[in-house]
């Protein structure tokens, strides 16, 4: 799993009501972020529902959909907090990462509209900017270099009898910003209608977007070959 970008601690004023978390993020640039896990329990505990505190234990979450919902959760319940745009980063960069760009643009645009004098956003557009002069490289024949990506796997979200309900999942997908797919597959005799959901490079990558979507909207999907 990808570690998320850490925010540069010396430019963050700290709110009289939020603990003061200037310390640990110190630490965790410094390669110290094992010492401060043993210590986080004790924080949450004492400040269930302080954003710092909140933004903290989601730095230190290696799980990739668990830290999802945690940047969901300071962005949805704490607006105003001095971490409400590096969530929404933190969740354009998850997306980006793992190539949901569409899922990724909507946080984008999330973290402009909402916080537009946020110095997150060039650091983002910086991201799309980095990927599209991959493109413009030029091979050694003169021609413009293309990298192009395998994918292997992708997620099978749901298969139905009724074709209506596969195509209103998929709707439901892409208003989400995921890249969705239904195809009919013969099983038994019968003809389903089979819901994917994203591409990914390995089963590894597809995991934890998995895990996301199984919990948002309570389904039982798995990660499949993309030419089974």
């Known amino acids: 799993m990808r570690i998320f970008r850490l925010i540069l601690i010396f430019a963050i004023s700290i709110s009289a009501q939020s603990v003061d978390i200037t310390e640990y993020l110190k630490k965790i640039e410094s390669g110290e972020a094992e010492s401060i896990k043993k210590e986080i329990e004790s924080l949450k505990s004492k400040h269930p529902n302080d954003a710092s505190v909140l933004y903290l234990s989601a730095l230190?979450?290696?799980?990739g959909s668990e830290a999802v919902t945690l940047y969901s959760n300071i962005y949805n319940t704490y607006?105003?907090?001095?971490?409400?745009?590096?969530?929404?980063?933190n969740l354009f960069s998850?997306?980006?990462?793992?190539g949901l760009y569409k899922r990724a643009d909507g946080f984008l645009s999330l973290l402009k509209e909402k916080?537009?004098?946020?110095?997150?956003?060039k650091l983002a557009e910086?991201?799309?900017?980095?990927?599209?002069?991959?493109s413009e490289?030029?091979?050694?024949?003169?021609?413009?270099?293309?990298?192009?990506?395998?994918?292997?796997?992708?997620?099978?979200?749901g298969a139905f009898l009724n074709v209506e309900n596969a195509?209103?999942?998929?709707?439901q997908f892409e208003s989400d910003g995921y890249f969705t797919k239904v195809y009919q597959k013969s099983v038994g005799g019968s003809i389903l209608n089979v819901v994917l959901i994203g591409q990914f490079e390995t089963?590894?990558?597809?995991?934890?977007v998995l895990d996301n979507i199984s919990k948002k909207y309570n389904l039982k999907g798995r990660v499949i070959p993309l030419k089974e």
């Open 60 to 63: 230190l979450t290696e799980n």
């Open 79 to 89: 607006p105003k907090s001095i971490y409400a745009d590096d969530a929404l980063f």
């Open 94 to 98: 998850y997306y980006y990462s793992i």
């Open 115 to 121: 916080y537009p004098s946020s110095s997150l956003i």
């Open 126 to 134: 910086g991201d799309y900017s980095q990927s599209e002069n991959i």
């Open 137 to 157: 490289e030029v091979s050694e024949s003169g021609e413009p270099a293309k990298e192009e990506t395998q994918y292997n796997f992708t997620i099978q979200a």
């Open 167 to 171: 195509k209103n999942l998929s709707t």
């Open 203 to 208: 089963e590894s990558d597809a995991t934890p």
